[in-house]
């Protein structure tokens, strides 16, 4: 369960499309596209590698026990399956911090892989918004639209 956040803004898009090629690094700094790019293969190479600390990192979050189990869940769903990027759209919304970006990859055996995420840049690095069950901090349990079982 990594539904990422969708922020829909008609705003100039930028395709940063192209294979992916080699250093996968962590989340970038400095300019938008390509420090996004460089944020989605990270998440990619994450996945590809089954890296809990790559996903944490590519995140943007803080490496708890939250954190880590629910990376855990986004690998057990998508890791290990060598990906290979194909395409990365990415859009700015709502000021130079803020994208929209498109994923398109394929795995070993072809099946494609398409999400969507939120980036966001924050102290100069690009992060990912792929943990969806983030504590607020307060003690609370997040809220669920879950149907109530009975």
């Known amino acids: 369960m990594a539904a990422a956040l969708v922020v829909a803004?008609?705003?100039?898009?930028?395709?940063?499309?192209?294979?992916?090629g080699g250093s996968a690094a962590s989340p970038?700094?400095?300019g938008s596209a390509g420090g996004v790019r460089r944020a989605v293969e990270a998440y990619v190479q994450a996945l590809n590698s089954r890296s809990v600390s790559g996903l944490v990192s590519v995140g943007g979050v803080k490496d708890e026990e939250w954190s880590r189990q629910e990376a855990g869940q986004i690998l057990s769903e998508r890791g290990g399956?060598?990906?290979?990027?194909?395409?990365?759209?990415?859009?700015?919304?709502?000021?130079?911090?803020?994208?929209?970006?498109?994923?398109?990859a394929e795995d070993k055996s072809g099946k494609p892989l398409r999400e969507t995420f939120t980036a966001v840049r924050e102290k100069k690095a690009?992060?990912?918004?792929?943990?969806?069950?983030?504590?607020?901090?307060r003690g609370k349990e997040p809220s669920s639209t879950d149907k109530p079982s009975s």
């Open 9 to 20: 803004c008609a705003c100039s898009p930028q395709n940063d499309g192209g294979p992916s």
């Open 28 to 30: 970038s700094e400095s």
């Open 81 to 104: 399956r060598g990906f290979t990027v194909k395409d990365v759209q990415t859009q700015q919304d709502m000021g130079p911090d803020v994208a929209s970006v498109r994923l398109s």
């Open 126 to 137: 690009w992060h990912l918004v792929v943990f969806t069950n983030q504590p607020d901090g």
